[in-house]
């Protein structure tokens, strides 16, 4: 180290408790300011070339700290304090690609199932009908389409391997049949 920026160090240091007060002017936190005061001096440090010899070096730093802090206060803006991951975990969204073969594997599923099957599923889960509706169509009673539909819900899930409501999509209504069918497959 020579001696011009020995003598820049020292001055770096002899501004520490002038950046402080002003770190702490700004955000009105002693442990913040700390932070913000050696993050100052990182960058500062890092960009040392910067500093035109002759100029104000109290200054640039207190430059350099005002707009630090003004940059934390823009990204905390966006951010969101989440201690406990959970609103993390409401933003997880399944990645489209993975969806794409899921698609494919479901398509290859729901063919293996026996037709009557197949159509009463089609008829509530997919179209929406009410189980009346769909007993109507299929000129059966409630109580066959009810039961065909639990069927081949739990042959889905076998086919496909979904033991977890998890593994089938972060949706309220997919979590609630594959907990239903999984359930149901575990009692004798």
Request: glycine share 8%; proline share 3%.
């Amino acid at each position: 180290m020579n001696t011009d920026s020995q003598s820049l160090k020292q001055a770096l240091l002899g501004l520490i408790p002038n950046l402080r007060a002003f770190a702490v002017s700004l955000c009105g936190d002693m442990e913040r300011a700390d932070d913000l005061v050696q993050e100052t001096l990182l960058k500062a440090w890092h960009h040392l070339e910067s500093f035109q010899e002759g100029t104000n070096l109290r200054a640039w730093l207190f430059t350099i700290l005002r707009n630090t802090y003004f940059s934390e206060c823009r990204r905390r803006r966006r951010e969101v304090e989440d201690h406990d991951g959970s609103k993390a975990a409401e933003l997880a969204v399944h990645p489209g690609q993975q969806g794409h073969i899921d698609m494919e594997d479901f398509r290859r599923a729901l063919q293996q199932l026996p037709p009557d099957q197949r159509e009463a599923l089609v008829l509530v889960g997919a179209a929406g009908f009410s189980y009346e509706e769909a007993a109507s169509i299929s000129g059966c009673a409630v109580g066959t389409i009810k039961s065909r539909v639990n069927r081949a819900r739990a042959r889905l899930s076998g086919l496909l391997g979904v033991t977890t409501t998890h593994e089938f999509g972060p949706d309220a209504a997919t979590e609630a049949i594959v907990a239903r069918t999984v359930g149901a497959r575990r009692q004798p």
